[in-house]
């Protein structure tokens, strides 16, 4: 019994543990992935102010995992593109 009860105990504090991390984990955002860095880096791949691809930005970029996967790309070329067909995606499937 006192062999279960220890099992119990250990199994409620890994899963405490994994509940806890994953909190952590949605609530913190990874350096440089704030809306204000990423739209530098908008602006630093050629969207201007005004263009289909800096408003594109502005409406995805409030969601931090869009903002994650804008950072995954290396180059200025390779932002520029990703936020040309983010546009196109978009556009594509409108509703209405």
Same mark, same amino acid.
């Given at each position: 019994?006192?062999?279960?009860?220890?099992?119990?105990?250990?199994? %409620?504090?890994?899963?405490?543990?994994?509940?806890?991390?994953? !909190?952590?984990?949605?609530?913190?955002?990874?350096?440089?992935?704030?809306?204000?860095?990423?739209?530098?880096? !908008?602006?630093?791949?050629?969207?201007?102010?005004?263009?289909?691809?800096?408003?594109?930005?502005?409406?995805?970029?409030?969601? %931090?995992?869009?903002?994650?996967?804008?950072?995954?790309?290396?180059?200025?070329?390779?932002?520029?593109?990703?936020?040309?067909?983010?546009?196109?995606?978009?556009?594509? %499937?409108?509703?209405?």
């Amino acid at each position: 019994m006192q062999d279960q009860m220890s099992k119990l105990v250990e199994l %409620n504090k890994q899963t405490t543990t994994s509940c806890e991390f994953m !909190v952590l984990a949605r609530t913190q955002e990874t350096p440089d992935s704030s809306i204000k860095d990423v739209m530098q880096l !908008v602006k630093a791949c050629g969207a201007i102010a005004g263009s289909k691809d800096h408003f594109i930005a502005t409406q995805v970029f409030t969601k %931090n995992s869009e903002r994650e996967m804008f950072l995954t790309s290396d180059t200025p070329e390779e932002r520029f593109q990703w936020l040309s067909m983010k546009y196109e995606w978009m556009t594509m %499937n409108k509703k209405g």
